[in-house]
């Protein structure tokens, strides 16, 4: 049973010796069930809450006119700490998600990223904030005659147990669907993932898979790259179905020494934003090599990221690798009007 769950109990034993005992737990109880509009569950923000710490205060935001949410929760905490327990924000203006976007993929846009669990409309980026973009249904179009969505993005703090698993993907779900009925946005609720899985860490080392194991991956189509046997490729998929970004990135070890010798980088974008991405080609070398494409009435980029001395893999190697990358992402989004710029 957990803490505040049991504190009516621990309060009634403790009332005639000291009620002060149970006035922590009780304030705790009090925040956890009122910040962000009750929307965080609780057994989550328990096993989230770091040992011997107390929840400090909540506050939240709401501005209909311009169509954001925001909201934060924090702990007790000594001057200089991470005081900030989880903390989210909710844009329904396009204006608003493009500076989002924009912030979050700088200059040629390929920020480390890890994909969500089960297929979430989502991506974890490299300080470990979980990003979700919903379609909203109940708002329509815009101007454009685009649709209009949602996006939330959810932090938690540095003193956090994101590592318990499942705890931090199920507080961002339930507050992205909380933002959406607050908001109007009338999108379908989200599920959370049904496995306990913990908060990825795309800082991390990548896991990666050899080629022949990625066929039910969103990176499955290196399975027929036809990359050179004489290295031993291994590719990382941080990329799902769903989401407005993903990647695949491919690295070959030298197989007597096993060392590293090189990686190469697919990345996808979606929605209009991704256009200010690739608008400069000629300012960012890494971007010599892309495609575009139409989905869902918005734009998709695609492009490649790989050192021209990549063992095995000539000029003409990666562009054929690339426009096979950007067929499978259009096949599978059902998108269309794929062009090809090398």
Request: proline content about 5%.
């Amino acid at each position: 049973m957990r803490r505040w769950i049991k504190v009516s109990v621990v309060a009634a034993v403790v009332l005639g010796v000291g009620g002060y005992v149970a006035a922590p737990y009780a304030q705790d109880w009090r925040l956890a069930r009122n910040a962000c509009g009750g929307a965080l569950p609780p057994d989550a923000v328990d096993r989230l809450t770091p040992a011997d710490s107390r929840l400090g205060s909540e506050e939240s935001r709401q501005i209909d006119g311009l169509g954001s949410y925001w909201c934060r929760l924090t702990l007790e905490g000594d001057k200089g700490r991470d005081k900030r327990f989880v903390e989210m924000a909710a844009y329904t203006r396009r204006e608003d998600q493009d500076r989002e976007f924009m912030a979050l993929f700088p200059e040629s846009g390929f920020s480390t990223q890890a994909p969500l669990p089960e297929g979430l409309p989502g991506f974890v980026d490299e300080y470990r904030a979980v990003h979700l973009l919903l379609e909203c249904p109940d708002l329509g179009k815009d101007e454009e005659g685009r649709q209009r969505k949602l996006l939330v993005n959810t932090w938690l703090g540095r003193d956090v147990n994101t590592g318990v698993p499942g705890a931090a993907y199920r507080t961002a779900v339930a507050l992205a669907n909380s933002a959406s009925d607050r908001l109007g946005c009338g999108a379908k609720p989200l599920e959370a993932p049904k496995r306990d899985i913990a908060l990825a860490d795309p800082g991390d080392d990548p896991e990666t898979v050899p080629l022949s194991d990625a066929k039910d991956t969103a990176c499955g189509w290196v399975a027929g790259a036809g990359l050179s046997g004489s290295a031993d490729w291994r590719v990382a998929v941080r990329a799902n179905h769903s989401a407005p970004t993903g990647r695949c990135d491919l690295y070959s070890k030298d197989e007597e020494s096993g060392e590293q010798l090189s990686r190469m980088t697919f990345v996808s974008w979606y929605g209009d934003w991704s256009n200010r991405l690739t608008a400069e080609n000629d300012r960012y070398e890494r971007l010599s090599m892309t495609a575009t494409a139409r989905c869902d009435g918005e734009a998709a980029n695609y492009a490649l990221d790989a050192s021209d001395d990549t063992p095995g893999v000539d000029k003409a190697a990666r562009q054929r690798m690339l426009k096979r990358f950007a067929e499978d992402e259009v096949s599978r989004r059902g998108c269309s009007g794929l062009r090809l710029s090398f």
